[in-house]
């Protein structure tokens, strides 16, 4: 290795050149194919059975996502300019391509069951806007009457109406996003405000935001770590050399990426972040044992420099790059979509940054010249070892101190982690004083809910069980006890509710009717008459034709893990009474999937900790041919994994599709530290038998490198505390921490360590 870097020596411009025609070419790939994906069911392995069994169930009930337009007057919706308006965008929606008439429902479109002498009739509520006093009343007695619309079409208070416009899959596009927007804000007027919520323009503007967001990310990082890197490198040339380096590996990533037709996911604008960081760790190490050797051979060639530079430190460089890649490649364990490919491309540009590091870094110092190192004098020479021999010092003579400190955070770390959750809302990714977010707790606060929870009933194909009054109002029973018990469910909406009108208004509207018929017959009669008079299509999103599934869909206030759990748990409970008439429980819809998505993340989570953390020890134990190192040099990372988890179980941080990511990054970035400073007192014990002076020598020289790195890497993370995702700003939060902790675990309890176990030392 060292000896094709060198025959690379020959032809810096050649090496510069092919960089930068390959990154081109990449460039030109990202600028012209990428895409950001938002779409949950696209996160999701295809073949996992409760995604298949919810796409079964999703076509058999014709389950959609809905866009929900809430038109609100604050002087009621019963008049005929709000009605109109209404009326207008319903007909609007209907006639777009991505959207089915039949698909879009609101009070103009609603049927309203009502008793006549002849028995029962479904008719609308209104074709034409009523625009006399009498017939606005009349429509708004009728709805008032109508316990199926009022309260889940019209508000409580009469200030607002809904209607949602169900889009079949993969038709949602930015453009239909837009022309969305476009078309309700043209029916604003002073006293109607139209409000735009649900699922599929949460992930619409996701897709807007987090591309502007790493528009916006990258430039402050690497002004900062520019910044950062110029105040510790003291060269302008040494500077851009490195930002180069993960400039270069940043495109050549997003590049691959574009070819082999992968999106990006709100995840993947971590990528650069990461690169910068953990290219320029790269670039500190071997600038920082250049600048070492010119202080002691201020005469030293290029080429001789470079050369020392080289021997000493492709091999740590190679070794960091290869743990920090396995770090995030253990991220192919998870079945998550934007996790895996975030962790496989992250390792991707962690090696490519390495390959730069070792290759263009060396060409450019060739064409361009070292770095100017400052001469100083013996004195202030000596400033930086000093403060390093003294705290090695320090710390060997009270290593004591470290080892119980340790396990004190340890111990407090386990009990904070007791209080994790998973969390895999939406919603949540956004901030709470955020338009999409104040949007969504308005439909809230007056309907029953933006998100969907859709129980399925399954008899197996034993058909008319769902005309059974027994399972009827057993399935009442369970929907009534949800929304009464938790306040997080707002509605539900099943067969039954069509049944009890119906018996209601059959029975001159009587209340104590409002209930399920005694006699399957008579339940049978009631569904006649409503296929003869209605739209029996309706029913459709509710039954099977032969009455052996049914559909039950929950409206919840919360998109979030807790909240889906909640309700889950209590449908559970009917588990056993369902089974005795022979009935299944099973789950569908975007809310399940999503508490199915949440799950996978954990379960992932643990795969690549455990992975990462058991290829780790293997490596180090193979790269410096003792098992006692490969323990000695993961137990930083461990005690920073274990950090990060405990202040997250304490400040209430869910692991979420972001913060997920926490331990791979830890591990991957965090050993470098350990890396290289076990390799400098491995180099350094071969030439002393002092414990003492090997390690302040270590602390010297790779300490020195690693803090140098550590400011870099945190500057660089700290960044994201500007992102408008919060989830990335707490991110950057625990990552900044996990680089210190990585840090002082590194100088003190390994050190210790090493100490402890006399390893290196020729005489014990």
């Given at each position: 290795?060292?000896?094709?870097?060198?025959?690379?020596?020959?032809?810096?411009?050649?090496?510069?050149?092919?960089?930068?025609?390959?990154?081109?070419?990449?460039?030109?790939?990202?600028?012209?194919?990428?895409?950001?994906?938002?779409?949950?069911?696209?996160y999701m392995p295809k073949d996992h059975p409760a995604f298949l069994y919810s796409d079964q169930a999703e076509e058999w009930f014709g389950i959609n996502d809905g866009?929900?337009?809430?038109?609100?007057?604050?002087?009621?919706?019963?008049?005929?300019?709000?009605?109109?308006?209404?009326?207008?965008?319903?007909?609007?929606?209907?006639?777009?391509?991505?959207?089915?008439?039949?698909?879009?429902?609101?009070?103009?479109?609603?049927?309203?069951?009502?008793?006549?002498?002849?028995?029962?009739?479904?008719?609308?509520?209104?074709?034409?806007?009523?625009?006399?006093?009498?017939?606005?009343?009349?429509?708004?007695?009728?709805?008032?009457?109508?316990?199926?619309?009022?309260?889940?079409?019209?508000?409580?208070?009469?200030?607002?109406?809904?209607?949602?416009?169900?889009?079949?899959?993969?038709?949602?596009?930015?453009?239909?996003?837009?022309?969305?927007?476009?078309?309700?804000?043209?029916?604003?007027?002073?006293?109607?405000?139209?409000?735009?919520?649900?699922?599929?323009?949460?992930?619409?503007?996701?897709?807007?935001?987090?591309?502007?967001?790493?528009?916006?990310?990258?430039?402050?990082?690497?002004?900062?770590?520019?910044?950062?890197?110029?105040?510790?490198?003291?060269?302008?040339?040494?500077?851009?050399?490195?930002?180069?380096?993960?400039?270069?590996?940043?495109?050549?990533?997003?590049?691959?990426?574009?070819?082999?037709?992968?999106?990006?996911?709100?995840?993947?604008?971590?990528?650069?972040?990461?690169?910068?960081?953990?290219?320029?760790?790269?670039?500190?190490?071997?600038?920082?044992?250049?600048?070492?050797?010119?202080?002691?051979?201020?005469?030293?060639?290029?080429?001789?420099?470079?050369?020392?530079?080289?021997?000493?430190?492709?091999?740590?460089?190679?070794?960091?790059?290869?743990?920090?890649?396995?770090?995030?490649?253990?991220?192919?364990?998870?079945?998550?979509?934007?996790?895996?490919?975030?962790?496989?491309?992250?390792?991707?540009?962690?090696?490519?940054?390495?390959?730069?590091?070792?290759?263009?870094?060396?060409?450019?110092?060739?064409?361009?010249?070292?770095?100017?190192?400052?001469?100083?004098?013996?004195?202030?020479?000596?400033?930086?070892?000093?403060?390093?021999?003294?705290?090695?010092?320090?710390?060997?003579?009270?290593?004591?101190?470290?080892?119980?400190?340790?396990?004190?955070?340890?111990?407090?770390?386990?009990?904070?982690?007791?209080?994790?959750?998973?969390?895999?809302?939406?919603?949540?990714?956004?901030?709470?004083?955020?338009?999409?977010?104040?949007?969504?707790?308005?439909?809230?606060?007056?309907?029953?809910?933006?998100?969907?929870?859709?129980?399925?009933?399954?008899?197996?194909?034993?058909?008319?069980?769902?005309?059974?009054?027994?399972?009827?109002?057993?399935?009442?029973?369970?929907?009534?006890?949800?929304?009464?018990?938790?306040?997080?469910?707002?509605?539900?909406?099943?067969?039954?509710?069509?049944?009890?009108?119906?018996?209601?208004?059959?029975?001159?509207?009587?209340?104590?009717?409002?209930?399920?018929?005694?006699?399957?017959?008579?339940?049978?009669?009631?569904?006649?008459?409503?296929?003869?008079?209605?739209?029996?299509?309706?029913?459709?999103?509710?039954?099977?034709?032969?009455?052996?599934?049914?559909?039950?869909?929950?409206?919840?206030?919360?998109?979030?893990?807790?909240?889906?759990?909640?309700?889950?748990?209590?449908?559970?409970?009917?588990?056993?009474?369902?089974?005795?008439?022979?009935?299944?429980?099973?789950?569908?819809?975007?809310?399940?999937?999503?508490?199915?998505?949440?799950?996978?993340?954990?379960?992932?989570?643990?795969?690549?900790?455990?992975?990462?953390?058991?290829?780790?020890?293997?490596?180090?134990?193979?790269?410096?041919?003792?098992?006692?190192?490969?323990?000695?040099?993961?137990?930083?990372?461990?005690?920073?994994?274990?950090?990060?988890?405990?202040?997250?179980?304490?400040?209430?941080?869910?692991?979420?599709?972001?913060?997920?990511?926490?331990?791979?990054?830890?591990?991957?970035?965090?050993?470098?530290?350990?890396?290289?400073?076990?390799?400098?007192?491995?180099?350094?014990?071969?030439?002393?038998?002092?414990?003492?002076?090997?390690?302040?020598?270590?602390?010297?020289?790779?300490?020195?490198?690693?803090?140098?790195?550590?400011?870099?890497?945190?500057?660089?993370?700290?960044?994201?505390?500007?992102?408008?995702?919060?989830?990335?700003?707490?991110?950057?939060?625990?990552?900044?921490?996990?680089?210190?902790?990585?840090?002082?675990?590194?100088?003190?309890?390994?050190?210790?360590?090493?100490?402890?176990?006399?390893?290196?030392?020729?005489?014990?």
């Amino acid at each position: 290795m060292e000896k094709l870097l060198r025959n690379l020596l020959k032809a810096p411009w050649a090496v510069v050149a092919v960089i930068m025609v390959v990154s081109a070419l990449f460039f030109m790939q990202m600028k012209d194919k990428s895409r950001m994906e938002t779409d949950l069911d696209e996160y999701m392995p295809k073949d996992h059975p409760a995604f298949l069994y919810s796409d079964q169930a999703e076509e058999w009930f014709g389950i959609n996502d809905g866009i929900i337009v809430a038109i609100e007057n604050q002087n009621g919706i019963f008049n005929a300019a709000t009605l109109d308006t209404l009326k207008q965008l319903t007909k609007r929606l209907q006639k777009m391509d991505e959207i089915d008439k039949a698909d879009v429902t609101s009070l103009y479109t609603a049927d309203n069951i009502v008793g006549n002498e002849d028995g029962m009739d479904v008719k609308a509520f209104y074709k034409r806007v009523p625009k006399s006093e009498e017939k606005v009343n009349e429509l708004k007695h009728n709805v008032e009457k109508n316990e199926m619309i009022f309260g889940r079409l019209v508000s409580l208070d009469e200030t607002v109406t809904i209607l949602i416009a169900e889009i079949n899959d993969g038709v949602f596009t930015h453009e239909f996003y837009e022309e969305i927007l476009s078309l309700v804000e043209s029916y604003e007027t002073e006293d109607i405000k139209i409000h735009v919520a649900g699922r599929p323009i949460v992930e619409g503007t996701m897709a807007i935001l987090g591309p502007a967001d790493m528009k916006k990310m990258v430039p402050i990082v690497l002004f900062i770590i520019t910044l950062v890197l110029f105040i510790t490198l003291r060269s302008v040339k040494s500077t851009l050399l490195t930002m180069g380096v993960v400039l270069f590996s940043v495109v050549w990533v997003f590049g691959l990426m574009a070819v082999l037709n992968i999106p990006i996911y709100a995840v993947s604008t971590m990528i650069p972040v990461m690169l910068i960081a953990i290219g320029v760790a790269y670039a500190v190490h071997l600038y920082s044992h250049l600048q070492l050797f010119l202080r002691k051979n201020p005469d030293a060639s290029k080429k001789v420099a470079i050369s020392d530079m080289l021997k000493y430190m492709w091999k740590p460089v190679l070794m960091t790059s290869i743990t920090t890649a396995v770090g995030f490649i253990s991220l192919l364990t998870s079945e998550v979509f934007p996790i895996k490919y975030f962790g496989l491309f992250t390792a991707f540009g962690v090696l490519i940054a390495m390959v730069f590091s070792l290759a263009l870094i060396p060409a450019g110092i060739m064409i361009f010249g070292l770095p100017k190192v400052k001469k100083t004098r013996k004195n202030e020479a000596n400033k930086d070892s000093v403060l390093a021999f003294n705290f090695a010092a320090l710390i060997l003579k009270r290593k004591s101190v470290s080892i119980f400190i340790t396990i004190a955070i340890i111990v407090l770390s386990v009990i904070g982690m007791q209080k994790i959750w998973i969390n895999s809302s939406f919603l949540d990714k956004f901030e709470e004083d955020s338009d999409i977010a104040l949007t969504d707790k308005f439909v809230n606060e007056h309907f029953g809910g933006t998100t969907s929870l859709n129980l399925i009933l399954d008899a197996e194909d034993k058909a008319n069980t769902f005309k059974s009054p027994e399972v009827l109002r057993l399935t009442d029973q369970m929907q009534n006890k949800l929304v009464k018990e938790l306040d997080v469910v707002g509605n539900s909406f099943s067969l039954t509710d069509y049944l009890k009108r119906m018996n209601k208004v059959m029975n001159a509207d009587n209340e104590e009717f409002n209930t399920i018929p005694d006699n399957q017959d008579m339940i049978a009669q009631y569904l006649l008459l409503y296929e003869m008079s209605g739209d029996p299509e309706n029913l459709n999103k509710v039954v099977d034709y032969n009455y052996a599934k049914l559909n039950v869909t929950f409206q919840l206030k919360s998109d979030n893990s807790k909240a889906i759990n909640s309700a889950i748990e209590i449908i559970d409970s009917y588990e056993d009474e369902f089974a005795m008439h022979g009935v299944t429980l099973n789950y569908a819809g975007s809310g399940y999937k999503g508490l199915i998505f949440s799950d996978l993340i954990l379960e992932g989570q643990i795969k690549s900790i455990v992975l990462s953390l058991l290829i780790v020890i293997v490596l180090l134990s193979l790269m410096f041919k003792n098992w006692k190192i490969g323990l000695i040099g993961s137990v930083p990372i461990i005690i920073t994994s274990l950090i990060s988890f405990g202040i997250m179980g304490f400040l209430n941080i869910p692991l979420n599709t972001t913060t997920a990511l926490l331990s791979s990054i830890a591990i991957g970035i965090g050993i470098d530290y350990a890396v290289h400073f076990i390799e400098q007192y491995r180099l350094n014990a071969a030439k002393s038998d002092n414990q003492v002076l090997v390690a302040q020598q270590t602390m010297a020289h790779s300490g020195r490198a690693i803090s140098f790195n550590a400011i870099v890497v945190i500057a660089g993370f700290l960044v994201l505390v500007f992102s408008v995702f919060p989830p990335n700003r707490e991110l950057g939060a625990l990552v900044s921490l996990n680089m210190f902790t990585s840090l002082v675990g590194t100088v003190t309890i390994m050190l210790v360590l090493l100490k402890v176990t006399n390893i290196y030392m020729k005489r014990k």
